[in-house]
């Protein structure tokens, strides 16, 4: 731990540069730390990542998460729907794309958003309707739980969502929605146990929201056929060809 | 001054024998091209010619490693009363032994080369331009104590034929401390060995405090076991005495080692299979198999069987004392460690993996190639050292600076008794 | 960075020893290219002559754990030109050394993974893993409700996923605390960064493979065959101690995806799973979701008895 002055010195210089830049308060934790101290995280990582790949943390929209914090009391951000294929549903690896949630987001979103066809009419919400437009909707946990459209879905309003005390969520807000009755899981989801933090474990702490990843209509995981699985004899020369 | 005839001496002792030395040493050497053939397609495909795999990343090349380090170490069951307690009967035979554990080293240390994936990189070993992970690595020891025993084995026997060969009485002063050191260094080499295995407590195979021991009574099976064939073919072949005293204690050695070894086995069975628990899952590969798994079943219970066998005979007095029956069975119970200690030591302890797969090891024919060769590598070592000894012993070789030139010959009469008051290293004045 | 400069400083008698073989391997190669000219059949092109230089000078270099920042800017520049001369691959090589205050920690949640392997797919083309041996850093095991015995798990298995009446646990390197493969290896070619991750100088490795002997977990692969990835899947984000170029006869491990990491990304794994099963942190950070899971889940780590003491917890919901 005996490191160069002088190495702390210009690791000093440049951090409170780059913090001075960014409009944070340098943190003195370069020093050599105790255990517990940490270095807090540098927006600059952010911004790094942001350069490296389209879809990264950096292109993300978020908003900051109502009503929860974080672990440690900290506020976070959930990443804001889109269909849009920066949205971060996509993750580059190596040269490879892959999908980073249980369902596929933009094709459960076709009919997004509501307004397209609910604008400025109240909406009917009669269970037996739903087939009409709403094909793609296998609506197993309003069977399963005795809900129906109007338990979560504002009347009023399409495009919100309806809270057992009255008020109202955006569609983003699933959380608030969800966390109703499955508040252990978003106890959880807030301290960093459930869900999913995108991109890094450093850097503003922005997660996916409950639909990201469960289709609000059907919510368990969708059995699928895994990815290959391992050789487990060693590939021989001779195999070649 | 005598070390230019000494070494040309040397060379034409090695080099000049009759139509059967000349056709053993041919063979020798057409088995060791084909091993070089075998290691220079292992060199341009790497070790994926081999048999090993992420599961058993260790094969025939440790396994024969592992046994040959018993069979060097054996040499001191030798040295010790020879040189040390000054027991007459085995002054004649320790140089061989010590042969054996030359030949035995420049194996180990071949096999050790051989099972690198990366050989030109193994100049990082080396103190002072690499990094020598000593004292936390068991494998740095190991590097340490057989280039070290490599070295007493080569230099003490050297500076006692030089002696001879020069006409002097070997100074026992020189040597002696040496000598303490080399038996001291014999143990270590073969409990590192042990420890280099049994300090994985990701392998609960080899985790277990009696495999130094099992390692050393194996040792002392084997080693023991391979010296009294071939002094009993040096005495055979050659002029060379060897007295009888010499192979009934050293037959006494191997069968007191023999069955130590085997009570050790049995411990062993009941310790994995009375109350069997998770970390006798490789007990119970080696022995049983599991499922459709078993490649080392027969060779293990071939192994016990011989083993028990050569055992039982040495226990018989008689048997024992008479060589049509002391040979076969002590080369019997050499095989029998071999399996053992080779492929029944090394291999299971990687089957099942630590994660419970099972991947089956079975060497091909590059391993069995290269193994071959070092084998013929060892036998052709021992040899020359053999050949070399064999005429200074005898008092044929002498320099011819020596002052006085009587022929040796003359000078030395082949009584045995003769030989100890002149020859006799540790002959106390 | 800080702790490698550290230690470059401290050695600076092997580093004058090395320029001093550099000096003796450029006589030995100038006698070599003497000998060369003399061959009139031998057409050697500069990039040949080139890459036979760049190797040699490959071959002669220290252990990186030991370089100084010099050092280590001039073997990622030759190793950079290799993979350009060698395989036509532009990639670039990170020496990024660990940040001050972070430990790397990694938790499971056994009850979230539903087998899909995402984590094994990502990991393969994030770390430019031998596609002919196909080699895989991570096993997920395939477990029938109530037991936790692996031996008794299936890696096998390819069928939807999850099948009723199991879960899934997936195993890869731990980054023990106390690692064994570091207190074997011979030549002290894998040791234990501040960071807690356990690394590889691949160019260093003597390939004996005690350190696979010695794992608990099977977290070592070996390079059997020459690795082989086609050019167009290689990853050129790399890291010297992580996912560059290997070669035949060394091993090497899983690393935490040290290039994302230490950048403040999360691994690929951890990126690529689709259940959020996978948690990763600075422990030292009580503040970390994975502080928060080692606080608030039941946690547990596999043999703990052996004392290795794994950064890689189990938990469930």
């Not at chain 1, 003195?28 to 790949?53: H, I, K």
């Not at chain 3, 096998?156 to 690692?179: I, K, R, S």
């Not at chain 3, 960064?193 to 070592?220: L, S």
């Not at chain 3, 979701?289 to 596999?302: D, G, P, T």
């Amino acid at each position: 731990m005996n490191r160069t002055p002088v190495a702390v010195a210009i690791g000093c210089a440049v951090f409170a540069g780059l913090a001075c830049a960014c409009g944070e308060r340098p943190h003195a934790v370069w020093q050599a730390s105790p255990p517990g101290a940490v270095r807090t995280v540098d927006s600059t990582t952010a911004a790094l990542n942001a350069t490296r790949e389209p879809g990264v943390l950096g292109t993300v929209q978020a908003a900051p998460v109502v009503g929860w914090t974080g672990p440690g009391n900290r506020p976070f951000e959930v990443a804001l729907r889109s269909s849009a294929p920066e949205a971060g549903h996509t993750r580059q690896f190596g040269t490879i794309a892959l999908p980073i949630a249980l369902r596929n987001r933009s094709a459960a979103l076709s009919q997004y958003p509501c307004t397209s066809c609910h604008a400025g009419r109240k909406v009917v919400m009669v269970e037996k309707r739903i087939g009409d437009a709403h094909q793609n909707i296998k609506a197993v946990h309003p069977a399963r739980t005795g809900a129906v459209c109007s338990t979560c879905h504002a009347p009023e309003n399409v495009a919100l969502l309806a809270l057992v005390d009255g008020k109202r969520a955006t569609m983003d807000e699933s959380y608030r929605l969800c966390g109703q009755c499955h508040f252990a899981q978003a106890d959880a989801w807030a301290g960093g146990g459930h869900g999913k933090r995108l991109d890094g474990w450093q850097g503003r702490r922005v997660v996916m929201v409950c639909t990201d990843c469960h289709d609000p209509h059907k919510p368990a995981a969708q059995s699928r056929i895994p990815f290959r699985a391992p050789q487990i004899e060693r590939t021989r020369s001779h195999d070649r060809e | 001054m005598h070390l230019k005839p000494f070494l040309l001496s040397a060379l034409s002792s090695a080099t000049s024998g009759g139509r059967r030395y000349h056709v053993w040493m041919g063979s020798l050497t057409l088995i060791m091209l084909l091993g070089a053939y075998a290691y220079s397609v292992q060199l341009r495909h790497g070790l994926g010619v081999t048999g090993l795999s992420d599961h058993v990343s260790w094969g025939l090349y440790i396994s024969n490693f592992t046994f040959l380090v018993g069979l060097a170490a054996a040499a001191v069951i030798l040295v010790l009363p020879a040189y040390i307690l000054e027991d007459v009967d085995f002054g004649h035979a320790v140089l061989m032994a010590e042969a054996v554990a030359v030949a035995a080293l420049v194996m180990c240390l071949s096999f050790v080369v051989v099972d690198l994936g990366n050989p030109l990189a193994s100049w990082h070993l080396l103190p002072g331009i690499g990094h020598l992970n000593w004292p936390r690595s068991l494998l740095a020891w190991d590097v340490i104590v057989l280039n070290g025993y490599l070295a007493l084995n080569l230099i003490i026997p050297f500076y006692i034929l030089y002696s001879h060969y020069a006409g002097r009485t070997p100074d026992k002063k020189k040597y002696l401390p040496w000598m303490y050191v080399a038996v001291m260094w014999a143990v270590s080499i073969h409990l590192v060995t042990a420890f280099l295995l049994a300090g994985l407590p990701a392998r609960p195979f080899w985790n277990t405090a009696l495999l130094g021991p099992r390692f050393l009574a194996s040792a002392f099976t084997a080693g023991p076991a391979f010296v009294i064939v071939l002094l009993w073919f040096i005495r055979r072949e050659t002029s060379y005495e060897i007295a009888d005293g010499t192979f009934a204690k050293l037959a006494l050695v191997t069968t007191v080692a023999a069955q130590v070894n085997l009570v050790m086995l049995v411990s062993e069975l009941f310790y994995k299979f009375y109350w069997p628990t998770e970390h006798g899952i490789n007990a119970r590969y080696l022995f049983f198999g599991l499922g459709e798994h078993h490649a080392l079943v027969p060779w293990i219970w071939t192994a016990i069987a011989l083993n028990v066998l050569a055992t039982v005979a040495l226990m018989i007095h008689p048997l024992r004392r008479n060589p049509r029956w002391l040979m076969p069975a002590c080369a019997t119970l050499f095989v029998g460690i071999w399996i053992e200690k080779g492929i029944g030591l090394v291999i299971p302890g990687f089957i099942p993996s630590p994660l419970g797969e099972i991947v089956e090891y079975r060497p091909t024919w590059v391993e069995l190639c290269v193994t071959a060769g070092i084998w013929a590598l060892g036998l052709f070592v021992l040899t020359v050292l053999v050949r070399v000894a064999l005429p200074i012993e005898l008092g044929e070789a002498r320099s011819p600076y020596l002052e006085a030139g009587p022929p040796a010959r003359t000078v030395r009469p082949r009584s045995t008794r003769a030989r100890h008051e002149d020859v006799r290293p540790v002959r106390t004045r | 960075m800080s702790e490698s400069r550290k230690d470059g400083t401290l050695l600076q008698k092997p580093v004058d020893r090395r320029a001093a073989l550099t000096i003796l391997a450029g006589g030995a190669l100038i006698g070599a290219q003497a000998l060369a000219a003399c061959a009139p059949l031998s057409v050697e092109t500069d990039e040949q002559r080139e890459v036979k230089l760049l190797a040699w000078r490959e071959h002669i270099k220290g252990n990186y754990r030991f370089m100084t920042e010099a050092e280590r800017s001039e073997t990622i520049a030759r190793l950079e030109r290799l993979a350009k001369l060698r395989r036509g691959e532009d990639v670039t090589i990170q020496s990024t050394g660990a940040q001050p205050g972070v430990m790397f920690g990694y938790a499971f949640n056994i009850s979230k993974c539903k087998g899909f392997r995402s984590c094994v797919e990502a990991c393969i083309n994030e770390n430019n893993l031998d596609r002919h041996a196909a080699t895989q850093y991570i096993r997920i095991f395939e477990m029938e409700d109530g037991e936790v015995d692996l031996e008794l798990g299936d890696a096998t298995f390819q069928h939807e996923v999850p099948a009723e009446g199991h879960f899934y646990l997936g195993t890869q390197c731990f980054q023990c605390a106390d690692p064994p493969c570091v207190r074997v290896c011979p030549v002290g070619a894998t040791w234990q960064e501040p960071d807690g991750i356990t690394v590889i100088d691949y160019d260093w490795c003597i390939g004996c493979r005690y350190c696979m002997a010695a794992c608990p977990y099977w977290a070592r692969r070996f390079n059997w065959s020459a690795p082989e990835v086609p050019v167009q899947e290689v990853n050129p984000n790399q890291h010297y101690l992580g996912n560059r170029a290997r070669k035949t006869g060394v091993v090497e491990k899983c690393t935490f995806c040290i290039h994302r990491t230490r950048q403040g990304r999360l691994p690929a794994c951890v990126e690529a799973c689709p259940t959020g099963a996978r948690v990763f942190g600075n422990l030292l950070d009580p503040d970390s979701e994975i502080r928060w899971v080692l606080a608030n889940k039941h946690v547990f780590r596999l043999k703990e008895d052996l004392k290795t003491e794994p950064r890689f917890w189990y938990f469930t919901d």
